[in-house]
């Protein structure tokens, strides 16, 4: 079938909207709520098109053969700009100076400035530990709503009220803290003005380093180093590690560690917990490093969370080591070490803050950033990571294996985690430690691997649309040993602290880099981290020992999410 | 209340010569006869059957007794007088198609005549249980847009009543994604007398209200004029523009001009749903426009940006306009706006909602100039 | 079967807000386990609904018809009356609780305006008498 746009003939297929086949030609549309991973619901009216002289939007129209569609009129151009008129005229002025989805439309269309006056929204909402709203810089655009209800069937924001009263709120109007929201933040990823944000903690760190009495430590999370320099001007996907580490130590932390580590030590439990189920039964085990399942999986199927691994999270891990093992090594109380870490995720800072998490007498994590907080906060002081000079990781927390990179992307966990099994196991290592049939980008994977004369029945999902569904088929009956859930599209990388605005692409360069650290490691199998096997030799003693299960391991509520301290 | 019957009491008659002939059959019959829907856009009834009888899937039929336009109330009177009649036709249509499930959505205003519906429904009972036929009501709690036949699905599905993208039709995949047939209670009124040989398409009922004496549903044959009507109705003061509901657009009053679609369309002005509101020359237009005006904003739905704030900010200028605040360069901005909604918004609520000010604005300028600085 | 219940919505919410005078948290519950659908939808589309309210009103209430026919037969002298009576603004409730005084949409009695509907049933042809008569009734 042919279409033409703009005086060109493109052909297309059936089932193809305006703005699909535009974009597949580098034809451009301005949109503003339209995203790609969600569902085009038509509501800003930017994409105007016209439409064999009707005048459509191009994003929900679907192309039809021998239609003739004219993006460029000046017609259109008006209609856009008017379109933008109303839309720009809802969110207060410091808005439209940011740099945000909206502006960056507004310099597509080639609109200045609303002529409308502005009507405040008075609804502020900060009593999420990972989320803050702000219903005045909202445009309706919907992304959020339907990021929460579709993606993550979440169900936390809702619209209340009608016409132009409509506004979204936490469901049934309550604070996000009390509804079901998980802090994925991927509603937070999706707004394209900042009405919804993470919490921001960056004033907080600031005053922290300031304190001369403390030690200030960082780390860094393994999917922060391939999407941070975007911020920058770098492509998808570019890995910057050593320069991070350059421009935390230039913000000033006295030492930057490196979760990846972590990473690894939570493999070398996790698969001690999950070859000790394996022979011992209640399988299947479910992964515990993503904060914002386990609060999916203990708010609405409370039934599964003996199902899930009791291994903390790598932050909380590295959290851990930092206020009990390095504490101990210079000599100091857990209170003098201030904690900092780097996330691609909102749900980390209500980890963080969760009763029952840390291992010292005080907060093992005390503040969190996210990857857009750190990309702010250099921005801020005029560092630029990618003009430094690369510097490395610190001792003793800083060594770290491909597998602990893994981390970052959907399946990483699994496939670290399975290398590890395979040598707790049978008392050999994989010959080739990459484990195909668990990557990919389907966001409901499933495989079989044979360890020995085992053969282990895995899942990999990302989205909890998807967390759900397999859930959903266990409860059917279907049986699975080992189950890898992260809340996010992509797993880390496309983490809701992540930088904006996210696409696919963007995320699948990032899993690219994750997994090209994991091959050029030396050492690729997280058991085998020399740093760790430190720890463990002077401290931890073994895997699984009792002092290894009273730092490394947490434990759930009976049902609905774990409570924060206050 | 008592309302006189202006409608011919089928009396189940309609339906059961309907129920001896094939599904279709019944949709020849109905495609031959010209009804076309009353609700507003005048679709072909019989080729809106014959689309959802083809169309795969469980088959539903929806009355939808939403009658929301302002200055319209045929429906009404059509409810609380031969309540019957559009019973039949549900069953005729049900018949038509192979639906097994109706909805009659009566909106909230019309909460009082659920006893008389329910009524009408015991007494059609016999036939429905023939085609296994369930028939439930659905209440509306108080909005406009649920008259619009997408949104009307989403209310009834529980979800907010925001209307959905078109195509799909809901003929092809209507209430849960199944083919439905969302008809008008006059349409569905109409269908028993088909079968009776007593149709005729170039009559049709119109709300008539406003300033005039005797206001009320008068049937009309098509082309007869507007002045002979308003003979019947007796016009209170000088007749000065003609009104058709808040989603029709406003024209000058013309006794000659014979009502016709045609006639109405070329004045920039819909006829829709029948309704006729007369405005005499007490009254001006452009505080018409803004009580108009005042309904859109109460009634968007909110769903897309242009009628949503659209609507605000049209109501913004004609209220300054009204207070003789505005410049003449207001007036421009209005109407540009006017444009913009009326081409970009999502449905057809926000499409048809600026039509009162541009048709106001084509025929009655004057008016809004001399108020402006 | 689930798609029935799923009709039964507004139906129930309906019912509830006469019943009660409003929708509590607690009613909004019980009816989204009754029509299987998630609380906080059936949350936001009672909150579109302009019959529907979260906070009670007032033990009566009456909705004036906002459309321009009615418009056109002084409406806004009838409203003004009954603004002056009841000493409340449209939109608001006496201070005693007793009367809610607001628009709704087109009440279709457009023939027989000023109309109103008090407590859900119409009262045609309003004059300043017959509002006299109608709030003594309601006291």
């Known amino acids: ?566 | 209340m008592t309302e006189k019957k202006i409608l011919f009491d089928s009396a189940l008659k309609g339906a059961g010569i309907a129920l001896s002939k094939t599904p279709t059959e019944v949709i020849e019959v109905v495609k031959n006869s010209g009804l076309r829907g009353r609700g507003g856009a005048g679709f072909p009834t019989g080729l809106k059957w014959e689309i959802a009888a083809k169309s795969q899937g469980e088959h539903y039929i929806i009355c939808n007794a939403d009658e929301g336009e302002p200055g319209t109330f045929k429906d009404r009177l059509i409810l609380s007088t031969v309540p019957l009649n559009v019973i039949e036709g549900i069953i005729i249509a049900s018949h038509a198609v192979g639906a097994k499930q109706a909805y009659i959505y009566l909106r909230g205003e019309y909460n009082y005549f659920l006893p008389k519906i329910r009524k009408a429904i015991k007494k059609a009972r016999p036939l429905m249980e023939k085609i296994e036929l369930n028939l439930d009501i659905v209440v509306g709690q108080g909005a406009y847009i649920c008259g619009e036949e997408t949104a009307i699905l989403n209310s009834i599905e529980g979800h907010r009543p925001e209307p959905r993208k078109r195509p799909p039709y809901p003929a092809e995949k209507g209430l849960y994604g199944s083919p439905t047939v969302v008809n008008n209670v006059e349409t569905l009124a109409m269908v028993p007398l088909i079968f009776l040989g007593i149709f005729d398409p170039k009559k049709r009922l119109c709300s008539l209200s406003g300033d005039v004496e005797k206001p009320g549903v008068f049937e009309i044959l098509e082309g007869k004029q507007i002045g002979k009507i308003l003979e019947e109705a007796k016009p209170i003061g000088i007749p000065k523009a003609i009104c058709f509901g808040a989603s029709g657009g406003i024209m000058p009053y013309d006794p000659c001009m014979e009502i016709t679609e045609e006639n109405i369309k070329e004045r920039g002005c819909f006829f829709g749903s029948g309704t006729i509101i007369i405005v005499n020359h007490t009254h001006s237009i452009v505080e018409l426009c803004e009580s108009i005006q005042k309904f859109f904003v109460h009634e968007s739905c909110g769903y897309c940006m242009s009628c949503r704030e659209g609507s605000k900010r049209m109501l913004e200028y004609i209220k300054r306009i009204s207070a003789g605040k505005a410049t003449m360069k207001d007036l421009n901005k209005l109407e540009e706006l006017c444009n913009f909604v009326s081409v970009a918004s999502f449905c057809a609520l926000g499409r048809s909602m600026p039509l009162h000010i541009l048709t106001a604005l084509r025929h009655f300028r004057e008016e809004f100039v001399r108020k402006c600085r | ?139």
Request: glycine residues 6%; contains cysteine.
């Open chain 1, 1 to 566: 079938m042919q279409i033409t746009i703009d005086g060109k003939i493109l052909e297309f297929h059936k089932g193809q909207t305006i703005l699909d086949i535009a974009r597949t030609n580098k034809i451009e549309i301005p949109t503003l709520c339209y995203h790609k991973m969600l569902k085009p619901e038509g509501r800003c009216r930017v994409c105007l098109v016209e439409a064999n002289s009707k005048i459509v939007t191009a994003c929900d129209t679907l192309a039809e053969d021998n239609m003739q569609v004219v993006t460029t009129s000046e017609r259109i151009r008006r209609l856009r700009l008017e379109a933008l008129n109303l839309i720009a005229s809802t969110v207060p002025k410091e808005t439209l100076r940011k740099e945000n989805e909206l502006t960056k439309t507004m310099r597509l269309v080639g609109f200045k400035k609303p002529t409308y006056k502005h009507n405040i929204v008075k609804d502020k909402d900060k009593s999420s530990a990972a989320i803050w709203k702000s219903m005045d810089e909202c445009i309706v655009c919907g992304r959020c709503v339907q990021a929460c209800s579709k993606m993550q069937t979440v169900n936390a924001l809702s619209y209340m009220g009608r016409g132009y009263s409509t506004i979204v709120v936490g469901s049934e109007n309550q604070p996000l803290k009390d509804t079901t929201c998980v802090s994925c933040g991927q509603c937070s990823l999706f707004c394209p003005t900042d009405a919804i944000t993470e919490a921001s903690d960056i004033s907080k760190v600031e005053k922290a380093l300031r304190l001369k009495s403390k030690i200030k430590v960082v780390q860094v999370a393994p999917s922060v180093r391939v999407s941070v320099g975007e911020f920058f001007g770098l492509e998808p996907g570019t890995i910057v590690t050593g320069q991070i580490v350059a421009s935390l130590k230039k913000l000033g932390f006295d030492a930057v560690f490196d979760t990846n580590l972590s990473a690894d030590l939570t493999i070398v439990e996790e698969a001690k917990e999950f070859v000790d189920r394996f022979k011992k039964g209640n399988l299947p085990m479910f992964t515990s490093c993503c904060p914002a399942w386990i609060d999916f999986c203990c708010e609405f199927y409370p039934e599964f969370i003996n199902k899930l691994s009791n291994t903390k999270s790598p932050q909380m891990m590295l959290g851990a080591l930092i206020k009990t093992y390095y504490a101990k090594r210079l000599g100091l109380k857990p209170s003098d070490i201030i904690s900092v870490s780097i996330m691609p995720c909102t749900a980390k800072k209500r980890e963080a803050k969760l009763k029952n998490i840390n291992a010292s007498n005080v907060k093992d994590i005390d503040y969190v950033l996210t990857t857009r907080e750190l990309g702010q906060w250099l921005k801020s002081k005029k560092i630029n990571p990618a003009k430094l000079l690369p510097a490395e990781f610190d001792c003793p927390l800083g060594e770290s294996t491909g597998g602990g990179a893994l981390f970052g992307v959907t399946g990483g966990v699994m496939e670290a985690a399975l290398r590890t099994a395979y040598f707790y196991i049978k008392g050999e290592e994989m010959k080739d430690p990459k484990i195909e049939p668990i990557r990919g980008t389907k966001s409901l994977r499933e495989f079989e691997v044979n360890i020995g004369k085992n053969k282990v029945k895995g899942a990999v999902a990302h989205t909890l649309e998807r967390a759900r569904e397999i859930i959903e088929r266990i409860k059917k009956g279907e049986s699975f040993d080992f189950v890898e859930v992260m809340a996010c599209p992509g797993g880390c990388i496309g983490g809701g602290g992540q930088p904006k605005p996210v696409d696919w692409e963007a995320i699948e360069k990032r899993a690219k880099a994750i997994y090209s650290i994991d091959e050029n490691k030396k050492i690729r199998l997280c058991h085998q981290n020399p740093d760790l096997k430190r720890v463990y030799e002077t401290f931890l003693q073994k895997p699984g020992s009792k002092k290894a299960k009273a730092l490394l391991h947490r434990k759930y509520p009976k049902r609905g999410k774990p409570q924060q301290q206050d």
């Open chain 3, 1 to 139: 079967m689930e798609n029935k219940k799923k009709a039964l919505l507004l139906n129930e919410l309906g019912k509830a807000q006469k019943r009660e005078g409003r929708l509590s948290k607690k009613e909004l519950a019980k009816i989204a386990k009754k029509v299987c659908m998630p609380e906080n939808e059936v949350f936001s589309t009672a909150t579109f609904y302009s019959f529907l309210t979260l906070e009670k009103r007032a033990k009566h209430s009456i909705l004036l018809c906002n459309c321009p026919a009615e418009y056109l037969r002084s409406s806004d002298k009838i409203s003004k009356y009954l603004e002056k009576k009841l000493k409340v603004k449209l939109g608001q409730t006496t201070k005693d609780k007793k009367i809610y005084l607001g628009m709704t949409s087109c009440i279709g009695l457009c023939d027989k305006a000023p109309a109103l509907l008090v407590d859900g049933k119409p009262v045609v042809n309003v004059t300043t008498k017959k509002i006299d008569e109608l709030l003594r009734s309601l006291k």
